[in-house]
């Protein structure tokens, strides 16, 4: 999409070079708050539960979702320097960097994971990346898995010549990203009772309990198999907030073997939810919660009269 001439993304990208620093995310012109829409859905109202879509993925075009909620503080942090951060080849996050950093007009690097993709043709998710003027620096797994310890860090910040870049860690998720979804929780407070979302880092559920109401509760359904999630995500809350806040869980049981993987079911539920309900239903994190929500519904584990926010994170990324 050429931001100069699409009629909702476009904004003023010379004012902010005439200001020389990138510091008003308004610049950015978000739909906020986000949409909330009430569906009906059978597998829901059997059971006395209302679902809600919380539609963060028409939050902006190009930064879409949580995505927008993580980055733009930390773009107001950068404060114009470089940025360089961390993804996978199919990354959500590298893309939105990129995007930020063509809107703004700022430095971007990604770092990727996989230094044997260096040597192939960019997949349609790397190849926006580099559109968006992004430079990838690809990295080997043993590297990538090593990317916060001190040293490594600063050879790839040498590698990539940046030494003076603002580093956001893979996924996007730091203090500042968690205090920036707070908003999401905020936004919430009085319309449900269970605020659910997918959860890669967790950073995005860190922010949201701690921005919903009393006794409202967030609950978040993990992509990724087995991993220390918990632990991370009241860290995350600790050096966001000075400790662990608001009403959270997790529900393991819907990450269908890991990281963009699926199954023919996850397809074929994904397909009718956007059938019944048309939305685009994004199929790395937004399928999952999905799913697990249906499960959960079904399973009787919302009391009658539960009102359920899905919060629609991301969407389909068409190449
Ligand atoms: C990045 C992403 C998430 C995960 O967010 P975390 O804060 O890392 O948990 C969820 N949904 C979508 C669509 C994403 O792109």
């Known amino acids: 999409m050429d931001h100069v001439r699409s009629g909702q993304s476009e904004f003023s990208h010379r004012t902010v070079f005439d200001n020389g620093l990138v510091t008003d995310p308004a610049a950015l012109r978000p739909r906020l708050p986000?949409?909330?829409?009430?569906?009906?859905?059978?597998?829901?109202?059997?059971?006395?539960?209302?679902?809600?879509?919380?539609?963060?993925?028409?939050?902006?075009?190009?930064?879409?979702?949580?995505?927008?909620?993580?980055?733009?503080?930390?773009?107001?942090?950068?404060?114009?320097?470089?940025?360089?951060?961390?993804?996978g080849a199919y990354s959500n996050h590298l893309r939105a960097t990129a995007a930020a950093g063509r809107l703004l007009g700022l430095t971007t690097v990604g770092v990727v994971r996989g230094d044997e993709l260096a040597d192939r043709p960019l997949n349609p998710s790397l190849a926006r990346c580099a559109a968006d003027g992004m430079r990838l620096h690809f990295v080997d797994r043993s590297a990538y898995r090593r990317k916060t310890d001190p040293d490594t860090l600063a050879a790839v910040l040498r590698a990539v010549g940046a030494e003076d870049a603002y580093v956001v860690p893979e996924g996007g998720s730091n203090a500042?990203?968690?205090?920036?979804?707070?908003?999401?929780?905020?936004?919430?407070?009085?319309?449900?009772?269970?605020?659910?979302?997918?959860?890669?880092?967790?950073?995005?559920l860190a922010g949201l309990a701690a921005g919903l109401g009393p006794g409202e509760r967030a609950l978040g359904i993990p992509v990724l198999k087995g991993g220390f999630l918990s632990t991370g995500i009241r860290a995350l809350q600790t050096e966001a907030f000075g400790a662990p806040r608001g009403?959270?869980?997790?529900?393991?049981?819907?990450?269908?073997?890991?990281?963009?993987?699926?199954?023919?079911?996850?397809?074929?539920?994904?397909e009718d939810f956007e059938q019944r309900h048309g939305l685009p239903v994004?199929?790395?994190?937004?399928?999952?919660?999905?799913?697990?929500?249906?499960?959960?519904?079904?399973?009787?584990a919302f009391a009658p009269g539960t009102a359920v926010a899905a919060v629609v994170t991301g969407a389909p990324f068409d190449g």
């Open 282 to 300: 994004e199929r790395l994190y937004v399928a999952k919660l999905l799913y697990g929500l249906v499960t959960l519904a079904e399973e009787g």
């Open 176 to 204: 500042a990203a968690v205090r920036g979804c707070r908003a999401l929780g905020e936004e919430l407070r009085g319309r449900a009772d269970v605020a659910a979302v997918a959860c890669g880092t967790g950073g995005t």
């Open 34 to 87: 986000s949409p909330l829409r009430e569906v009906t859905d059978d597998r829901f109202a059997r059971h006395g539960v209302r679902l809600l879509l919380k539609r963060d993925d028409l939050i902006h075009p190009e930064l879409i979702g949580n995505k927008w909620r993580k980055l733009v503080p930390n773009l107001a942090a950068a404060a114009g320097r470089p940025i360089v951060t961390f993804g």
């Open 247 to 270: 009403d959270w869980r997790l529900d393991d049981r819907f990450h269908f073997g890991g990281y963009a993987r699926t199954t023919p079911a996850l397809d074929a539920f994904a």
